[in-house]
């Protein structure tokens, strides 16, 4: 086969020269370091940015790789060129991208997407004997299709005896596996140098990307462990929130009556607190102060000269009413007296 270097260009309908298939894998590669050796958070606006930008660029050279048909069923890993063989790493670099997406209602949707990539990549590289290792199962697996226990939350689930001979291989196959990754991480710690500075040979180069093969697929199986219990667990949580019945308001219990007062004896000392109702009509009040003498204007005799002065007046009136001449010439002289004397005069109580 001949390598991708050659044909990896291609013509944009403009007239542009689009991307190479290199620099697609290079710069999607390199995103995904900044983003797995950040500080930063990973709910980030500046991670989240890269992570779309980096499952782009794979993505776009994902299809140029097929459209090349780089890769075949029918050739052994020693007829893959060397330009060619980090290539393999596409589908396990988008999986491990799609993980990075931080989107709660879209999580089992990602977390499907991801494992699909990675099993991709285990497939391809079961294909080409990379590595001896167990390709994990796909449509049987329980996390895809659930039983009767797991779509019926409230029915318990029975509760089995542990396998303690699969517990001790799967045991034995994550230790063998940290040993594989430890060693092929030393390795190229060791020939990184010279490929990045362009002064390793071909087998150099080709043995630099086949550790990084094999350093995936040991990330990819332990990747794949956890999108199982992680996809199981997020079917759970729909199936319960779809059956769940939706929580009624909790009734208010009626109000109690109380009393300002602390306890009977108290209220017949000091009062119930507030006024009491009426026992008698107002009426009824003065009537009975009437009889004891209570009233303001009880006990205090009448003027004698208040009674003269209304006879005198009463005579006086009774008189002009009459036509008496005598009281008439009186109330003329009086008239004519006020005419000229003021008022209060002679009066020296007023200093008039």
Not at 236 to 255: G, T, V, W
Request: net charge negative.
């Amino acid at each position: 086969m001949a390598a991708a270097e050659d044909t990896n260009s291609t013509q944009n309908p403009s007239g542009s020269e689009a991307p190479k298939l290199s620099d697609l894998l290079d710069r999607g590669w390199k995103l995904y370091e900044e983003v797995d050796t950040t500080n930063e958070p990973s709910s980030s606006n500046a991670v989240q940015v890269k992570v779309k930008r980096g499952i782009m660029q794979l993505e776009e050279a994902t299809r140029m790789v097929n459209q090349l048909n780089l890769f075949s069923r029918n050739e052994a890993l020693e007829e893959i060129s060397t330009a060619d063989l980090k290539y393999l790493l596409l589908p396990a670099l988008l999986g491990a991208l799609t993980m990075k997406q931080v989107s709660p209602s879209k999580r089992l949707e990602h977390v499907q997407a991801a494992r699909v990539y990675f099993m991709d990549f285990l497939q391809r590289c079961k294909e080409y004997e990379v590595c001896s290792f167990q390709l994990p199962r796909t449509s049987e697996n329980t996390a895809d299709t659930p039983t009767e226990e797991q779509t019926n939350p409230s029915v318990p689930m029975p509760v089995s005896q542990p396998d303690l001979i699969a517990m001790a291989t799967q045991r034995q196959a994550k230790i063998e596996r940290f040993k594989q990754r430890k060693e092929t991480e030393a390795k190229l710690s060791e020939i990184r140098g010279l490929v990045e500075s362009g002064s390793a040979d071909e087998d150099v180069v080709r043995d630099f990307y086949l550790l990084h093969v094999r350093r995936w697929v040991t990330l990819a199986l332990e990747e794949i462990d956890s999108i199982n219990q992680e996809i199981e667990i997020l079917k759970r949580m729909e199936l319960f929130k779809q059956s769940a019945p939706q929580p009624s308001p909790p009734k208010r219990p009626p109000m109690k009556p109380f009393i300002l007062t602390k306890d009977a004896v108290q209220a017949k000392v000091f009062g119930a607190g507030y006024p009491s109702l009426p026992t008698m009509t107002v009426d009824d009040w003065y009537e009975q102060h009437r009889r004891k003498g209570c009233l303001p204007d009880q006990g205090i005799p009448r003027s004698a000269d208040g009674d003269a002065d209304e006879d005198e007046r009463a005579e006086r009136e009774r008189k002009e009413e009459n036509d008496d001449e005598e009281a008439l010439q009186k109330a003329r002289d009086w008239d004519d007296w006020k005419d000229t004397h003021r008022r209060g005069y002679g009066n020296r109580k007023n200093m008039g």
